[in-house]
């Protein structure tokens, strides 16, 4: 499971960044704030140790690399780094003042094995190799540092156990998920026909009239399953293409090809890519396990997203503007910090500009 807030505090020593450094706010949430000199050093430190950098990458999803001077970041690593920042100060107060938590020595020892394990679990996502593992980034925080970030970890994590909707990672609860869900578990043989524009009129046609599956990849396809009427190969829950598959079969009946075709490129030109179903049969538990957990961790992931941006939305933040702006931007519904667009490098004021303007594969 994703955790409710993304988030690891690299700190060390360090300064240079935007040139400057003063004992003021940084960020601040719900009144617990981190000052200018440690957020500076964070960033510091980010953009030096290729290990803590790699895998802050891969949760965020954004390149935090160095500036281009040293020791410095760029504006919009500090950006993302101040979401994150404010993300966890925000969810942890919520969670300390709503249900006056506080972590024992177990939840914490619970909390750094699985912050470990997701910043793994992301590195791995996002194809990444990281100069180390997930337990070295973290033995390079200092100790203070390392205890808040476990700590908020902590309180992450209690707070998606306390959602209605969270469904325990527990193996009665992942046994009765399958159980209820057992379709969505079967080993699918699947058969595909990669047909061009000019033919997909026949295609359509000769689907309409009940040729078999078979018979439309024998006579449409240009891939070279055709020779096989379309037969491709079946993939088990295990599988790590299953979900994508499943995801393509659609709604499509067993033993017909799906009524709404893929595009996909092929050699530059583009080609309708349909995908049938021809057989299913149900994966024992112990083989679908992985499957199944993935699916609850990304069901509880959406419910704690959305508990978060509730959160954020009643949050008073405070931000120094050098690390961004605070508000809702054009390409989010959700309160984030962004990066506040530049001057135009162009003189945006030259009158006869403005009086010009203004009358104007995974089946390959």
């Not at 802050?56 to 040293?70: E, I, N, Q, V, Y």
């Not at 979900?243 to 092929?266: E, M, N």
């Not at 049938?276 to 499957?291: D, L, N, Y």
């Amino acid at each position: 499971m994703r955790r409710l807030v993304v988030l690891i505090v690299i700190s060390l020593v360090g300064a240079g960044l935007y040139g400057w450094s003063s004992s003021t706010t940084a960020v601040s949430a719900a009144g617990s704030r981190v000052s200018n000199s440690t957020f500076l050093a964070e960033l510091g430190v980010i953009a030096k140790t290729p290990t803590l950098q790699c895998y802050l990458d891969a949760l965020s999803r954004t390149s935090l690399g160095p500036g281009a001077g040293g020791d410095t970041a760029t504006a919009s690593s500090a950006a993302v780094w101040a979401n994150l920042r404010i993300q966890g100060l925000s969810v942890a107060d919520y969670v300390r003042t709503t249900f006056h938590y506080a972590p024992s020595a177990a939840a914490l020892a619970q909390a750094e094995s699985s912050l470990e394990g997701e910043l793994t679990a992301a590195a791995t996502s996002a194809q990444y190799t990281c100069p180390g593992t997930a337990a070295q980034a973290l033995a390079a925080m200092p100790a203070e540092m390392r205890s808040a970030e476990i700590r908020e970890q902590a309180m992450s994590t209690y707070l998606v156990s306390k959602l209605n909707t969270t469904i325990p990672l527990t193996a009665a609860s992942i046994k009765t998920y399958y159980t209820n869900h057992l379709s969505q578990y079967d080993t699918i043989c699947v058969s595909i026909a990669v047909v061009s524009p000019s033919k997909l009129s026949a295609f359509s046609a000769a689907q309409a009239k009940g040729e078999s599956v078979a018979a439309l990849a024998t006579q449409f396809s240009a891939d070279a399953s055709a020779a096989k009427g379309g037969a491709y190969g079946c993939y088990a829950p295990s599988s790590t293409s299953f979900a994508s598959v499943r995801a393509d079969v659609g709604a499509a009946k067993l033993g017909s090809f799906s009524t709404t075709p893929q595009y996909i490129s092929d050699n530059g030109t583009e080609m309708a890519l349909f995908v049938a179903p021809t057989k299913e049969t149900v994966t024992p538990f112990t083989q679908a396990a992985s499957a199944v957990i993935s699916d609850i961790q990304t069901l509880n992931a959406t419910a704690a997203n959305s508990e978060e941006q509730s959160i954020l939305y009643a949050t008073a933040v405070v931000l120094n503007p050098a690390f961004g702006r605070w508000g809702v931007s054009s390409s989010s519904t959700t309160p984030s910090v962004f990066v506040a667009a530049l001057p135009s490098s162009t003189n945006s004021l030259d009158p006869v500009a403005n009086l010009t303007t203004a009358s104007a594969s995974k089946y390959k």
